[in-house]
C-alpha cells in the first residue's frame, strides 16, 4: 500500500511539472571564432534572442589534443537585455610565439532568469559550441589547408598525415578507391602535425586504395566540395 502511494504521488508530481522546449537564446555571429596572434586576442557578438533578459554563460574549452595556448575570456558571465547583443571578448596568452594554428572550442549558453520560486516549469537550454582557430603571426592564410594532408597505406592500415602548419576540418566520412568502400576517419580535426588512423566498415587485407574521396570543409565548417587525393604505398 505505501509503495503504491510513493507511486502515485510521483507521477502526480511528474504530471504538474512542465517542460518548456529546447531553445538556444543566445546565438553568436558566426559559426567560428578566428583568433589572430597578432591582434593578442579577437571578439565575437552574440545576441539574446529571447524577449526577457537573459545571463550569458562563456566558457572555453581546451582540447586533450591541444591544450596550449591559453585563451581567456574577459568576462564569463554577463547579463544581455532583451533581444539585445553582447560583445565578448578573448584574449591570448602565450609564452612564446606560434609555429602553428590551434584549436579550441568555446561555449555560450543563455539562462533565463527565475520570475517565481514557486514555478514548476523547467527550461531546457542549449548550448551554441563552435571551434576557435588560433593563428600564428606572419602565417599566411590558406584556403585549402586539406591539399597539405598526406594519405599512406601499410598493408591493411591506412592513415592520413598532416604535415603543415594549418589546422584541417574534414567530414569523418571517407570513400576508398576504386572500391568506393566506406571508411571514417576518427575526428573531424586534424591538428598540425598530427596523424589520423582510417578505420575501414569492412577489413579487406590485401586491397590496394589507390585514392581517398573527402568532403572538404571551409574553417567554418561549410562543406566546399569533395576532393579525390592520392595514398603512397
Same mark, same amino acid.
Given at each position: 500500500?505505501?509503495?503504491?502511494?510513493?507511486?502515485?504521488?510521483?507521477?502526480?508530481?511528474?504530471?504538474?511539472?512542465?517542460?518548456?522546449?529546447?531553445?538556444?537564446?543566445?546565438?553568436? !555571429?558566426?559559426?567560428?571564432?578566428?583568433? %589572430? &596572434? $597578432?591582434?593578442?586576442?579577437? @571578439? *565575437? #557578438?552574440?545576441?539574446?534572442?529571447? +524577449?526577457?533578459?537573459?545571463?550569458?554563460?562563456?566558457?572555453?574549452?581546451?582540447?586533450?589534443?591541444?591544450?596550449?595556448?591559453?585563451?581567456?575570456?574577459?568576462?564569463?558571465?554577463?547579463?544581455?537585455?532583451?533581444?539585445?547583443?553582447?560583445?565578448?571578448?578573448?584574449?591570448?596568452?602565450?609564452?612564446?610565439?606560434?609555429?602553428?594554428?590551434?584549436?579550441?572550442?568555446?561555449?555560450? !549558453?543563455?539562462?533565463?532568469?527565475?520570475? %517565481? &520560486? $514557486?514555478?514548476?516549469?523547467? @527550461? *531546457? #537550454?542549449?548550448?551554441?559550441?563552435? +571551434?576557435?582557430?588560433?593563428?600564428?603571426?606572419?602565417?599566411?592564410?590558406?584556403?585549402?589547408?586539406?591539399?597539405?594532408?598526406?594519405?599512406?597505406?601499410?598493408?591493411?592500415?591506412?592513415?592520413?598525415?598532416?604535415?603543415?602548419?594549418?589546422?584541417?576540418?574534414?567530414?569523418?566520412?571517407?570513400?576508398?578507391?576504386?572500391?568506393?568502400?566506406?571508411?571514417?576517419?576518427?575526428?573531424?580535426?586534424?591538428?598540425?602535425?598530427?596523424?589520423?588512423?582510417?578505420?575501414?566498415?569492412?577489413?579487406?587485407?590485401?586491397?590496394?586504395?589507390?585514392?581517398?574521396?573527402?568532403?572538404?570543409?571551409?574553417?567554418?565548417?561549410?562543406?566546399?566540395?569533395?576532393?579525390?587525393?592520392?595514398?603512397?604505398?
Amino acid at each position: 500500500m505505501f509503495l503504491r502511494t510513493a507511486i502515485k504521488k510521483t507521477l502526480l508530481l511528474l504530471l504538474s511539472i512542465s517542460i518548456t522546449p529546447a531553445f538556444s537564446i543566445m546565438k553568436p !555571429e558566426s559559426s567560428m571564432l578566428f583568433i %589572430n &596572434e $597578432e591582434d593578442g586576442g579577437g @571578439s *565575437i #557578438n552574440v545576441q539574446n534572442v529571447d +524577449p526577457e533578459e537573459a545571463l550569458l554563460y562563456v566558457k572555453i574549452i581546451d582540447l586533450p589534443d591541444d591544450p596550449l595556448p591559453k585563451l581567456l575570456v574577459t568576462q564569463p558571465v554577463m547579463r544581455v537585455g532583451a533581444e539585445k547583443t553582447q560583445r565578448v571578448r578573448f584574449i591570448l596568452k602565450n609564452d612564446r610565439p606560434l609555429e602553428h594554428e590551434h584549436l579550441k572550442r568555446v561555449t555560450f !549558453e543563455g539562462i533565463r532568469p527565475k520570475n %517565481n &520560486e $514557486e514555478s514548476n516549469e523547467i @527550461s *531546457i #537550454n542549449i548550448r551554441h559550441n563552435i +571551434p576557435i582557430i588560433i593563428h600564428p603571426k606572419g602565417l599566411p592564410i590558406l584556403s585549402e589547408p586539406w591539399k597539405e594532408l598526406s594519405w599512406e597505406q601499410n598493408g591493411s592500415e591506412i592513415k592520413v598525415i598532416n604535415p603543415g602548419k594549418y589546422v584541417v576540418r574534414l567530414s569523418q566520412n571517407v570513400k576508398l578507391l576504386p572500391s568506393g568502400r566506406s571508411a571514417t576517419l576518427d575526428k573531424s580535426y586534424i591538428l598540425p602535425g598530427q596523424t589520423l588512423n582510417i578505420k575501414a566498415d569492412q577489413n579487406k587485407t590485401g586491397e590496394k586504395v589507390q585514392k581517398v574521396s573527402i568532403q572538404t570543409l571551409s574553417k567554418y565548417g561549410y562543406e566546399t566540395g569533395t576532393v579525390e587525393m592520392p595514398v603512397a604505398h
